[in-house]
């Protein structure tokens, strides 16, 4: 499955940005995409990342983080694989490299995890 992020940028607080990740390849073994996120000071390794939300493939049930759930919503284009990270109210802690990423059943091992891109919220 190979993933293509795209979105993000510099922001100031309060302010909203949307993330977007297309799949391609093996779509038929996706359970879920995701989005993670690398805290700045923090090592780009996968069991580094701290999770923001998922979403289901069949289902589309959705699932964030504590910390940005009253903030953030994932969601999946029509008929498409692409699915979409909104982030409202932004905050400076949300700063971070924010990366895509695909599972065929639990986030331990990704099925693939995309090129990240960077998110700056200013204050």
């Known amino acids: 499955v190979q993933l293509q992020a795209s979105g993000g940028g510099l922001v100031q607080a309060g302010g909203s940005l949307r993330l977007s990740c297309e799949a391609s390849?093996?779509?038929?073994?996706?359970?879920?995409m995701g989005w993670f996120r690398q805290a700045p000071g923090k090592k780009r390794e996968w069991k580094e990342l701290?999770?923001?939300?998922?979403?289901?493939?069949?289902?589309?049930?959705?699932a964030c983080a504590e910390s940005v759930k009253d903030r953030f919503t994932i969601s999946r284009a029509d008929g498409k694989n692409t699915v979409y990270l909104q982030m409202n109210n932004l905050k400076p802690a949300d700063t971070a490299v924010y990366f895509c990423?695909?599972?065929?059943?639990?986030?331990?091992?990704?099925?693939?995890w995309g090129q990240g891109t960077q998110i700056t919220v200013s204050s």
């Open positions: 701290e999770f923001v939300g998922h979403l289901t493939f069949i289902g589309g049930n959705t």
């Open positions: 390849g093996r779509i038929s073994s996706v359970y879920a």
């Open positions: 990423a695909a599972t065929n059943r639990g986030w331990d091992v990704p099925l693939s």
